[in-house]
């Protein structure tokens, strides 16, 4: 995870911008939860994607983009989940876990949403009495278990 002290210098950079998160990541061509990752020090920031964050972020330092393209710590701090809205998102997936674990083996078989080669998004929508909602959409490559043969187990030390 990155340093707090660099957070708030990319933070710093993003609102001297004057842009939103979502802004940002379509100049980029990223999508707007990858984007705000990088901000966070939740991802890494690629070479071939450098030239366009400099051109959406001009504030962003030498040292921030240097930062930026470290290979990041994938964790978190568990009290993240004291603030209200992770909380909430937290017990939606939990409450709602079981069910969308037995839609995905209904619809794909034994297996799992990787997390890798993975697209999250955020949006806004209207509901149908006015009101704001939140649209969150997980986009992950579906891996199955797989049946272990031994004879498929390129690991295994034969004897001679």
């Known amino acids: 995870m990155a340093g707090l002290w660099h ?70 701090d568990p009290t993240i989940l004291q603030e209200p809205a992770i909380y909430r998102l937290h017990e939606a997936i939990t409450h709602g876990g079981e069910a969308i674990k037995a839609l995905i083996n209904e619809e794909f078989g034994d297996g799992i949403m990787s997390a890798i080669g993975f697209y999250a998004t955020v949006d806004k929508m209207t509901g149908n009495e006015g009101e704001a909602r939140v649209v969150i959409t997980f986009n992950g490559k579906f891996l199955p278990y797989v ?14």
């Open 7 to 76: 957070v708030s210098q990319l933070l710093a950079a993003k609102e001297a911008s004057g842009k939103t998160f979502s802004q940002i990541a379509a100049e980029v061509g990223l999508t707007n939860v990858y984007t705000t990752q990088l901000f966070y020090g939740q991802q890494q920031l690629q070479p071939n994607t450098v030239s366009a964050l400099r051109k959406a972020v001009a504030a962003l330092s030498e040292a921030d983009v240097a930062g930026m393209m470290r290979a990041p710590m994938h964790s978190y």
């Open 147 to 160: 049946e272990q043969k031994a004879a498929d187990n390129v690991a295994q030390v034969k004897q001679q």
